[in-house]
């Protein structure tokens, strides 16, 4: 079957580094993306990630394995802004099919 | 540059009842999707247009829910009859691929999402 596995939820204070994983078995691979999405609202675009490596894009980062079907997103200096979801996804097919996974709640403390 | 409009944005309907929501992707943008997106879940396809033409409807209940592209631009979303397990939010999402699908811009990964259709059941 398909599936993307990512902690339900990361626990931290403002400032700090978060890092949050996601392994996938999907039937197709393309890419791996990371969405933001803050309650009631629309998910946003983070970071799409086709070859192996780290992408950077200023306070957030992510970075693929293709070889271990795994990746994360690297949150530093953490706001309390950053309180919200945050989901992984694969693109499964040429035609830009995403699949996601369940989400990871990030909170933040003072 | 306007994005992804949908609504209703809270429709509270009776099981058994029906429904329709409606999207407008950004302008230009070829490909649509339709997402349902359970409390606490990440989103689930329903199904997906390449202008007028479904791509991938393999996980849309096709014998309540039905979806249209007419002129390959607005989307109608349409459940009936309405189940419990049907509350949930429906989220459209654009994205700018040229007409044979390539993607454009920053590959295959970037969907543009609409706040979403918040739909109740009783």
């Known amino acids: 079957g398909q599936s993307l596995e990512q902690p339900s939820e990361v626990t931290a204070v403002e400032g700090a580094i978060v890092q949050i994983n996601c392994t996938y078995q999907t039937s197709g691979f393309y890419g791996l993306s990371w969405y933001q999405q803050h309650d009631g609202g629309a998910p946003t675009f983070l970071s799409y990630n086709a070859l192996d490596g780290l992408e950077e894009t200023g306070r957030f980062s992510s970075f693929l394995s293709r070889s271990d079907s795994y990746g994360y997103l690297l949150l530093q200096e953490l706001q309390m802004k950053d309180s919200a979801s945050y989901f992984c996804a694969v693109t499964t097919d040429s035609w830009g099919k995403l699949q996601f996974g369940a989400g990871t709640q990030v909170v933040v403390t003072p | 540059e306007a994005g992804v409009a949908q609504s209703p944005r809270y429709k509270i309907i009776e099981k058994r009842q029906s429904v329709a929501f409606w999207c407008n992707p950004i302008s230009g943008h070829a490909t649509l999707y339709w997402y349902q997106q359970i409390l606490g879940q990440g989103p689930k396809l329903l199904i997906q247009?390449?202008?007028?033409?479904?791509?991938?409807d393999s996980q849309l209940p096709k014998d309540r829910f039905s979806a249209e592209r007419l002129k390959g631009v607005d989307s109608t979303l349409k459940i009936q009859p309405a189940k419990l397990e049907d509350s949930a939010v429906y989220l459209c999402?654009?994205?700018?691929?040229?007409?044979?699908?390539?993607?454009?811009?920053?590959?295959?990964?970037?969907?543009?999402f609409g706040e979403g259709s918040r739909l109740t059941v009783l």
């Open positions: 999402a654009s994205s700018s691929r040229d007409p044979s699908g390539r993607p454009r811009g920053k590959g295959t990964g970037e969907l543009f």
């Open positions: 247009f390449q202008n007028n033409g479904v791509v991938d």
